[in-house]
């Protein structure tokens, strides 16, 4: 995570990257601990922002964007077809 001021920025939503899926949730959109941590930052009033590609959404754009809203105050949405 990186610090920008009074935000984090954690880095990324899901991803492929090297061959394998990294994610903030476990598979599904099932809650994990560094999810419930997040949360629960988020709750406490921490502004909390994420990357988000189209490209890569775990079950579907709605239900992946509800999810992402309980632990972001911001979202990046990446555009473009790359």
């Given at each position: 995570?990186?610090?920008c ?9 899901r ?9 903030l ?9 560094l ?30 964007l ?17």
């Amino acid at each position: 995570m990186a610090n920008c001021g009074e935000k984090i920025d954690v880095w990324t939503w899901r991803q492929l990257y090297k061959g394998q899926i990294h994610r903030l949730m476990d598979p599904g959109l099932k809650p994990n601990a560094l999810w419930d941590g997040l949360v629960k930052r988020h709750a406490s009033g921490m502004r909390l922002f994420t990357h988000l590609s189209p490209q890569s959404l775990e079950v579907g754009l709605e239900p992946d964007l509800a999810v992402v809203a309980t632990a972001f105050t911001d979202l990046f949405v990446a555009a473009g077809t790359g």
